[in-house]
T-cell receptor, first 113, second 112 residues
Framework: EAEVAQSPRYKITEKSQAVAFWCDPISGHATLYWYRQILGQGPELLVQFQDESVVDDSQLPKDRFSAERLKGVDSTLKIQPAELGDSAMYLC???????????FGPGTRLTVL | GENVEQHPSTLSVQEGDSAVIKCTYS??????FPWYKQELGKGPQLIID?????GEKKDQRIAVTLNKTAKHFSLHITETQPEDSAVYFC???????????FGKGITLSVRP
């Protein structure tokens, strides 16, 4: 069964450092999402791509976060510089299109010290 | 924007009993309501979803009901098993660009 792949699974970094997360969606899925999930909370959307274009990044802290999906397939989310409050699970999801069910990857657990 | 609330925040049931988890939403334009199960250290897994043109949907031991007038929807799990123990999230979307708004989750514990 096809799955969304994410790496790394765990990342520990010190504040002010740069971190990057990678996501490979299910093959053929045009829509890709990055969510942040704080412990004990539900996921919150950071950015949504349709192919290589950003559809919604209204909740992305653009002073430190950036996301790209250059060829409309895999995607990278970057944080620079990381802050203590960025400690969370970063989840990637994909769907065939914007009105279809979303499938989540296993996430990257980020700890900022 | 949309606000989704789940209640209760924790639920404990005896194996074999039924469990019901309720969610309310605020945006009457929402038309898609998925339920996700998240096990420790894993990403959320879609278990069932419903669109606003139907009132109920079943898949084996799992069912979801939707009351558009009251703006709430519920997850029903029958014949619960220990492996049903997890955190369950409800979500809502208006369909436009499919942005999902999630509830805070409920921790279901099934006692053997």
């Amino acid at each position: 069964e096809a799955e969304v792949a994410q790496s790394p699974r765990y990342k520990i970094t010190e504040k002010s450092q740069a971190v990057a997360f990678w996501c490979d969606p299910i093959s053929g899925h045009a829509t890709l999402y990055w969510y942040r999930q704080i412990l004990g909370q539900g996921p919150e959307l950071l950015v949504q791509f349709q192919d290589e274009s950003v559809v919604d990044d209204s909740q992305l802290p653009k002073d430190r976060f950036s996301a790209e999906r250059l060829k409309g397939v895999d995607s990278t989310l970057k944080i620079q510089p990381a802050e203590l409050g960025d400690s969370a699970m970063y989840l990637c999801a994909s769907s065939p299109g914007p009105e279809y069910e979303q499938f989540f990857g296993p996430g990257t657990r980020l700890t900022v010290l | 924007g949309e606000n989704v609330e789940q209640h209760p925040s924790t639920l404990s049931v005896q194996e074999g009993d039924s469990a019901v988890i309720k969610c309310t939403y605020s945006d009457s334009a929402s038309n898609y309501f998925p339920w996700y199960k998240q096990e420790l250290g894993k990403g959320p897994q879609l278990i069932i979803d419903i669109r606003s043109n139907v009132g109920e949907k079943k898949d084996q031991r799992i069912a979801v009901t939707l009351n558009k007038t009251a703006k709430h929807f519920s997850l029903h799990i029958t014949e619960t098993q220990p492996e049903d123990s997890a955190v369950y999230f409800c979500a809502a979307s208006t369909g436009a660009n499919s942005k999902l708004t999630f509830g805070k989750g409920i921790t279901l514990s099934v006692r053997p």
